[in-house]
């Protein structure tokens, strides 16, 4: 986790000045009024509630197929299947990796990638999801999103926030990523413990900055300082992804285990 102290280290004064604004904007200003219990207007929102086994809703969500390394040197092969995601009946999704063995040794894995694109996006407001994943080494679940211009202008001048990430050590990592080219890209990230138990993940996202947050609690915020080059510019409008990618630059499953990794989300909901 990157401290206050050290965001402000360095910086310019426009920068020191924001982040004092991200904070207040965070705690709120001014007298304490009565709460206020009645729901956001959300933007998003999908609480997979459904039959057991059932797909996620297709007007929501559509999937990202096939298999390639996804630029990551990944082992899975994405699926549309319903061994790969699927709604458990209790109000969650169940988004898995599977590992199939053959008679000669070799083992194909299967995930899924689910994604709002052409469906939702976003730029600003809060994000949450409420999930859990027991890390497992080599498999790298993640609550994300892209750039809706990607297929114009390419990653990462479309912009990546990693909202939650696990890369099977048992904790959570939020992260910005943005630049015009591979050798421009300007990444931030902050971490947090990972128990394997249902979270609260947060993104704040406005002009001034993003603040990530579990169960409440602030870990880490990045302040957008277009005079500092090595700061993550402010990404634009951006759809969400949700995925348990396999190997590549996390390192290799366990050759031996192969029973299904669950990456488990309760709800997901976006509101300004």
Known sequence: MIPFGELVRGATTSAVAAVIALCAELVGAGPVAAADTSPPAYTFVDEFDGPAGSAPDPARWTYDLGAGGWGNGELQTYTDSGRNSFLDGAGNLVVRATATRAADGRIAYQSARLTTKG???????????????????????????????????????????????????????????????????????????????????????????ITFALDGVPYGSVVFDPADPTRPADPGTAFMLLNVAVGGRVGAPDPAWTAPVDLVVDHVRVWS
């Open 119 to 209: 469906r939702f996006a976003q730029r600003y407001g809060h994000w949450e999801a409420r999930l859990k994943f027991v890390s497992a080494r080599g498999y790298w679940p993640a609550w994300w999103t892209l750039g809706a211009d990607i297929d114009r202008v390419g990653w990462p001048r479309c912009g990546e926030i990693d909202m939650f990430e696990d890369y099977g050590f048992g904790a959570r990592e939020s992260s910005v990523h943005t630049g015009t080219t591979d050798a421009d890209l300007a990444s931030w990230s902050a971490s947090a413990p990972n128990d394997g138990r249902f979270h609260d993940v947060r993104m704040d996202w406005s002009p001034v900055g």
